[in-house]
């Protein structure tokens, strides 16, 4: 796909902005859903058990849909398809409320998943490029604006709760809102099209095999992310005997450190490098992992869900970066390495939840630590000159694990 033809410093600073707003658009989308899933649930009459199915269809239509946006993308180009599918986005924050039965429920979960992930690709694929015309790490603070989206939709709704309004007049009015904002930041984003004899990609495709190393990366980060947040208030609730009150600043605390490096994040990577800055992650995650395992008092398991945080909190997207990088279609790369990160947050929950029922939650944290630890050997694949998809590359990352040198300018320590 091409790249417009002006690309002067004010344009590209323009279009960095202008794709961080739409970042924050998807995020509060997420999070103004997120916050009303107690009145929709009670509205569609559903059990907790129905809910759970229910929730497990927005990750189903992201993995089936993804796959479709780089061929949508490449028909209509970059602009125009970044504006449709995110008004698809924003409006389909309509549907749950709307669902009068958990059949209903799931068919608009499906549809609004689906709406998600092909959106997400979209504006990933955009942040890239930019990223790539900089030549300067941004996709940390793009993902850090997403977070305070969801932080800005989650307030809203809190709010809303709190004085009892009706999610659906609640959710068309944040969908009218966002839609409008969503498209007036759109303008200003890279306008990229199809070259006349560039080969279009097929309507759907599986992942290619860069994706799949790269996303295994992601399914590390993606699983601690997921387990930290929805067991680390139970964890300290159960197994240290906390109070509900300190129990709930677990995720707060792991929530905050990751939005803090997702923000900061894009110095630390220009600095050091993505595997180098990956690879310390990993390390932090893990003892943050160890913490939690070992904790003797919350305190210390607070220390080390915020430690967990602060170690996955980049990972995505670099994943991202280098799934782009990675070969010649970058919307089909980051659409793999998405579908496999969105796959490792629907597992997570309920795989810690089945293995804490066999063993115990403490067992299940021990898993996340050893995954953590799977982002200190396998960073190497981050890397801007490693083609991940390649035999030689995965070995590679074995071999930096081991004490081999990486990539010029990123020396393993």
Not at 134 to 145: A, K, P, Q, V
Not at 223 to 248: N, P
Not at 353 to 378: H, Y
Request: proline share 6%.
């Amino acid at each position: 796909m091409a790249v417009e033809a002006v690309s002067t410093p004010a344009r590209l600073r323009r279009a960095r902005f202008a794709v961080a707003a739409v970042f924050c658009v998807h995020g509060a989308v997420a999070g103004s859903f997120a916050t009303r899933i107690p009145w929709i649930a009670d509205h569609a009459g559903v059990s907790a058990g129905q809910l759970g199915l229910a929730l497990a269809f927005p990750a189903l239509g992201a993995s089936l849909a993804m796959p479709l946006a780089g061929a949508v993308s490449h028909r209509m180009g970059a602009r125009p398809a970044l504006r449709l599918l995110l008004v698809l986005w924003t409006l389909s924050l309509t549907l749950p409320s709307l669902a009068p039965n958990v059949w209903g429920l799931a068919a608009a979960l499906f549809v609004y998943g689906a709406a998600s992930g092909m959106s997400d690709v979209a504006m990933n694929a955009l942040g890239v490029e930019v990223e790539r015309r900089l030549d300067r790490s941004i996709m940390s603070s793009l993902h850090g604006m997403w977070s305070a989206g969801a932080l800005l939709g989650s307030a809203a709704g809190t709010l809303a709760a709190h004085l009892g309004g009706d999610a659906r007049v609640h959710h068309l009015i944040a969908a009218t809102v966002l839609t409008v904002f969503g498209l007036l930041f759109c303008q200003g984003v890279l306008d990229l099209r199809s070259t006349p004899d560039e080969e279009p990609p097929p309507r759907f495709a599986l992942p290619p095999k860069s994706a799949l190393v790269i996303g295994a990366i992601g399914f590390c980060g993606v699983f601690a992310e997921g387990a930290s947040l929805d067991w680390s208030a139970v964890y300290l609730r159960d197994q240290l005997g906390t109070s509900a009150g300190l129990a709930a600043a677990s995720t707060t605390a792991f929530a905050l450190t990751m939005a803090v490096a997702r923000l900061v994040g894009d110095r630390v990577v220009d600095r050091f490098g993505p595997v180098r800055t990956v690879r310390t992650g990993g390390l932090a995650a893990t003892a943050g992992g160890a913490l939690v395992v070992l904790a003797p008092h919350p305190a210390v398991a607070l220390a080390g869900f915020g430690l967990i945080g602060l170690g996955v909190a980049v990972v995505v997207p670099l994943a991202f970066a280098a799934a782009a990088r990675s070969g010649p279609n970058p919307s089909q790369a980051i659409a793999g390495v998405a579908t496999i990160t969105y796959t490792s947050g629907l597992v997570a929950p309920s795989a810690i939840g089945g293995l804490a029922d066999l063993t115990s939650l403490t067992v299940s944290f021990g898993v996340v630590t050893l995954l953590a630890f799977g982002l200190v050997l396998g960073a190497r694949v981050l890397s801007p000159g490693a083609r991940s998809g390649t035999a030689d590359a995965a070995g590679a990352a074995l071999k930096d694990a081991a004490g081999a040198k990486g990539p010029a300018g990123d020396p393993v320590k």
